[in-house]
């Protein structure tokens, strides 16, 4: 996704290379950071939503770094299908974060 930019759907700024972002149904993107102080301070299921979310977030992350180290091959191949596991997971718990927000 080089060039394209995005504005963060809660704080209006924008989104930089290297900030934590995520796609939020009906939303658009957000800052992981923006998203999780809203969740926190409505706090009770919004916040166990924003657990739950930050779990996969970062999995998904180091799936990705685990990704890159190993060789090309059935280790390789094996977490990345594990990988879209936990995105379609993220994906799926999205759609009720969105109602949180
Ligand atoms: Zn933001």
Same mark, same amino acid.
């Given at each position: 996704?080089? $060039?394209k930019?995005?504005?963060?759907? %809660?704080? $209006?700024g924008?989104?930089? +290379?290297? *900030?934590?972002?995520?796609?939020?149904? $009906?939303?658009?993107?957000? &800052?992981?950071?923006? @998203?999780?102080?809203? %969740?926190?301070?409505?706090?009770? !299921?919004?916040?166990? %939503?924003?657990?739950a979310? !930050?779990? %996969? @977030?970062?999995?998904?992350?180091?799936?990705?770094?685990? +990704?890159?180290?190993?060789?090309?091959?059935?280790?390789?191949?094996?977490?990345?299908?594990?990988?879209?596991?936990? +995105?379609k997971?993220? $994906?799926? @718990?999205? *759609?009720? @974060?969105?109602? &949180?927000?």
């Amino acid at each position: 996704m080089p $060039g394209k930019k995005w504005t963060c759907a %809660l704080c $209006g700024g924008e989104v930089v +290379e290297g *900030q934590r972002f995520t796609f939020l149904p $009906g939303m658009g993107a957000v &800052h992981v950071e923006c @998203l999780n102080e809203r %969740l926190l301070r409505k706090g009770g !299921e919004a916040a166990a %939503l924003a657990a739950a979310n !930050e779990v %996969l @977030l970062y999995a998904i992350i180091r799936l990705k770094e685990a +990704e890159r180290a190993a060789e090309e091959g059935e280790v390789r191949s094996k977490i990345a299908e594990v990988r879209r596991e936990v +995105e379609k997971a993220a $994906g799926s @718990l999205a *759609q009720l @974060l969105s109602k &949180h927000v």
